[in-house]
Structure formats: structure tokens, C-alpha cells
């Protein structure tokens, strides 16, 4: 069983959708979750950043942590065709801080 | 310039070559990080620097070899590769510690024929 499990997409909607993305993971250690974007002939850049369980927002971008579930998702309302992108999920631990990455989501948001 | 920058953008070489890959932060930042991104393949740390020492070694076969001069710039010298070591290889950038907020460049497309 990997680490951190995340459907690669293709994942395609209208504009105006909310998305759901999510993550799955089997290690109860991991405390910090991260949700990085990366556009095409990019590298990734820091979405969203949680500590250990509950809710984030920022904008349009909400990330959840139900560390009882294991599972993390980011919501993204309003979802824009400049939101098409691969979204991926990262987790570590508190103790060795090593970053344990999902596959990533492609996303493609159609106006 | 701002932020970080990789050169080249795209490689393409042989499996007797001998190339370098080139990483440059303006972000004042003190830990540099390599990382190899294959398809289908979650994003793989190679090599941590902090205060331009290695810290961080993950099992990279010696054909890679890293070098950090100075905190802004790392280099990643590639020989002998072998085709499978086609990737995207993404250089990051941080504050020593928080390797979750590191800044990532565009990367450099390597493709070994």
C-alpha cells in the first residue's frame, strides 16, 4: 500500500464547478498537509499549507484534514479555466519532516 | 531576476555525455533542494543542501552528482545516464527547516537517448 494515495484525473469540469480534490494516506504520524499546483512546463508552488487537523480557506481554495479518516481534500469554488493545472498533495511527519507526495490530480476546467 | 531559475529548460543527451544542470535562487534563501519528477511517479527528492552542505543523500545512484558553491546556486552534473533517468528535474528553494514552503523553478526536461 503506497503512502499517499491520489487519483491522477484526468478530472474535467465546466467553469463555475466546485472541485473536489483528495488525498488518502496510511501513516497516523504525518501532521503537516500541503496542496501544491503545477501548471503546465512548471514547477509546483505552494497552494495550501495545514497543520495537523480542521479547515484552511483562502480565497476561492479550501483545504480539510480528517486525520480520524486519514483523508485531505481542497475545494476550489468558482473554478476558473486559469485553475487548470495538476494538483498535488504532499504530507510529512513532525519528527524527520520528510515530504511524502501524491501522484497528482489533473484538472481541466472548461469555459 | 526573481525567484528560482533553472537552466537549461530542455536536454537532450546521450548516454556517454557529460552535462551539468544549473539552479540559481534570488530569494536570499539557505537550503536548496533537487528533485526528479518521472511520469506516473510521485515527485522524488534527490539531494538537500543547507548552508551549502549536503544534509539529505536519497540512495541517487553516483551518476548525479550535486554541488552547491555558495547558498544561491546548485548545480547537478549528469554522466553515464541511462534512459530511465529521463525525468523533469525540478530544483527548490527555502528557509533551512521548511521544505514544505520551498520555491520551486520551472525545471530542466532531460531525455537520455
Known amino acids: 500500500q503506497k503512502e499517499v494515495e491520489q487519483d491522477p484525473g484526468p478530472l474535467s469540469v465546466p467553469e463555475g464547478a466546485i472541485v473536489s480534490l483528495n488525498c488518502t494516506y496510511s501513516?497516523?504520524?504525518?501532521?503537516?498537509f500541503m496542496w501544491y499546483r503545477q501548471y503546465s512546463r512548471k514547477g509546483p508552488e505552494l497552494l495550501m499549507y495545514?497543520?495537523s487537523s480542521g479547515n484552511k480557506e483562502d480565497g476561492r481554495f479550501t483545504a480539510q484534514v480528517d486525520k480520524s479518516s486519514k483523508y485531505i481534500s481542497l475545494f476550489i469554488r468558482d473554478s476558473q479555466p486559469s485553475d487548470s493545472a495538476t494538483y498535488l498533495c504532499?504530507?510529512?511527519?513532525?519528527?524527520?519532516?520528510?515530504?511524502?507526495w501524491g501522484l497528482g490530480t489533473s484538472l481541466a476546467v472548461n469555459p | 531576476e526573481t525567484g528560482v531559475t533553472q537552466t537549461p529548460r530542455h536536454l537532450v543527451m546521450g548516454m556517454t555525455n557529460k552535462k551539468s544542470l544549473k539552479c540559481e535562487q534570488h530569494l536570499g534563501h539557505n537550503a536548496m533542494y533537487w528533485y526528479k519528477q518521472s511520469a506516473k511517479k510521485p515527485l522524488e527528492l534527490m539531494f538537500v543542501y543547507n548552508f551549502k552542505e549536503q544534509t539529505e543523500n536519497n540512495s541517487v545512484p553516483s551518476r548525479f552528482s550535486p554541488e552547491c558553491p555558495n547558498s544561491s546556486h546548485l548545480f547537478l552534473h549528469l554522466h553515464t545516464l541511462q534512459p530511465e533517468d529521463s525525468a523533469l528535474y525540478l530544483c527548490?528553494?527555502?528557509?533551512?527547516?521548511?521544505?514544505?514552503?520551498?520555491?520551486f523553478g520551472q525545471g530542466t526536461r532531460l531525455t537520455v537517448v
Open positions: 504532499a504530507m510529512s511527519d513532525r519528527d524527520n519532516r520528510k515530504l511524502i
Open positions: 501513516n497516523s504520524a504525518f501532521q503537516y
Open positions: 527548490a528553494s527555502s528557509q533551512e527547516g521548511d521544505r514544505e514552503e520551498a520555491f
Open positions: 495545514t497543520y
